[in-house]
């Protein structure tokens, strides 16, 4: 079975302070995420690491899935400073809205089929309360064709509060990919939130999840070249990027950089699954590939072919299970792998 | 060797006057001093729907590639590449116009009532970011049939790369333009304009048809500056704390008597 978690975001990976647009201006490694409004949202750090803050009505973030499906199952720690009428999630096919997760004045939940408040699925009985964290996760799951059909689940806390599903009237000929699929993810309003994952499949709810951390801490197999020095990790283990400041480059097919990394601090639970990033570029004309690799020789899985372009982008790779055991890692068998990157062309 | 090469390094900073077989919208083309790859410059455009840059060189070509340095600051459904067959003014020149959506895929459109073609799907591209684009272009005359009357249809085929991989290829649709009707009566172009908030440095333009043809073929290194795991965990020994008790009796105290909690 594929892997279902294909993304995550912990914003552990980024400078705080206000973030202007997707990427220019703000911590490049955004370009995970894309947003029109310029200085209108932030990175913020507490005593449990970092959250974003959308700071005004209207202002939205995305985030386009690396690929298009009929259902995905969503998880997110909301926060809601005031109390007000906001759209504060929604799911798309490219602008057309297909799901939607609202707050109403009286604190009360509203799922809709489409953006917030049209085709409305259900509005839950009890309220949210102002200034509090919840744990919010969302299953959305499309099918027929003319019209599409959603059905949405809601959890809050763990608890199922709300179900159902509706005719959203659009038809899936009007949608820019021509099926019936999701691929884009969107938070609205006044709102701080953190530990978001994003699950391909309808009523894959991992729970209220916590995301860590973590950095290379040694080299393994040195198959990359150092900008300074001759210690790999150091160069690609900033909190926050250094972009060309300190790097690790490499030419040549098939060479291979495979990093230790910290170690998790134990705890009673589960890994429900794992994102490596890697924010690289190339530094020529001519193209040029490379994966994600796990274990000591890089060999137990790889992520897909990434193209990199001229600037520094975030790729990242998405795992469920340890791949050799075929379930997912505990902690120690987490902390005994090693990753790192190859290149493929 | 390309038929067309321009990397803007012989330009003055600031508007882009005509030339060659560059033209530049007078008031919005811009050419901005940058470093980018090291050297040169660059062209750029500000922030106007109206501003585009075009090249023609008097010639009309039946296929062609476009291979260009490019990134852009908007993806509103925002057109950022059209083909034309003759000028504006002298019918309907547009036949070919390529999008970036909302979701940063790329959609190509075809003639000038914007019939959808195709779409990049999972393939995307990222705002503001430097892109290598390829843009394989191929126009047809289709014969179409029908009863006794054979009438001949403008077919577009489009294959788009992106840093170096192909990321769309349309295949050839027929469209609903009669090739009669089009300004040089035949299924060819002779203008590509770039425009709206989009970057471009450069560009070249050839008839070669192969994906990934440089005009200037580096040996690129991969460089990584940073790397992070974000484990996702599900802790099953997190307490409950309760902070406070409190019962709130409703009474009915129409006996006056006084109950004490």
Known sequence: MSDVLTFAESWTAYTTGTVNGGASNGPIFLARWTSTANGQWSIIADSIGQYAELTASGVSIFKTLRTHNAAYTVGFRVRIPTIAVTSLFTIYNNAQALGAVSINADGTVTLSGQSAGVSVIGTTNESIHAGKWYYFEVSISLTGTTNINVAMILKINGSQILSGNINTGVNNTNLTSRDTTLNRIGFAGVAHLRDIYVNIGASQFDGDITIRAIRPDGDLTSGWICSTGTTEYVLVNENFSDFDTTYVYQTATGSQAIWSWQDLPTFSGTIKGIQISIMARKDDEGSKSFEIVTGTTGTETASPEFFVGDDYIAYFHCQDNDPATGVPYTVSGFNAKPFGIKVIS | ?261
């Open chain 2, 1 to 261: 060797m390309a038929i067309y090469y321009q990397n803007f390094e012989t330009f003055a900073v600031g508007a882009i006057p005509p030339y060659g077989s560059l033209t530049g919208n007078a008031n919005n083309a811009t050419i901005v001093a940058d470093n980018y790859l090291e050297t040169g410059s660059r062209a750029a455009q500000t922030a106007n729907n109206f501003s585009s840059l075009t090249y023609s060189d008097g010639s009309l070509y039946t296929s062609a590639t476009l291979y260009v340095a490019w990134k852009h600051s908007e993806a509103n459904n925002q057109t950022f590449l059209q083909y034309e067959n003759g000028t504006a003014g002298s019918g309907f020149p547009n036949i070919l116009t390529i999008v970036q959506e909302p979701d940063n895929s790329i959609s190509v459109k075809v003639d000038n009532n914007g019939t959808f073609a195709g779409n990049s799907g999972d393939h995307i591209t990222n705002l503001n970011i430097w892109h290598w684009l390829q843009v394989n272009t191929t126009f047809s005359a289709i014969p179409i049939v029908s009863g006794t009357t054979t009438t001949t249809k403008l077919g577009v085929a489009v294959e788009i790369g992106l840093d170096g991989t192909s990321i769309l290829n349309t295949g050839t649709t027929t469209t609903n333009r009669n090739v009669s009707s089009m300004n040089s009566g035949t299924a060819q172009f002779d203008r590509i304009v770039l425009l709206n908030n989009s970057i471009w440095d450069e560009f070249s333009f050839d008839v070669l048809q192969t994906m990934n043809t440089y005009p200037n073929p580096g040996v690129p290194a991969m460089r990584a500056t940073t790397a992070l795991i974000e484990p996702l965990e599900l802790v099953d020994s997190a307490a409950i704390r309760a902070s406070t008790g409190l019962i709130e009796l409703l009474i009915s105290n129409k006996n006056k008597r006084v109950y004490e909690m």
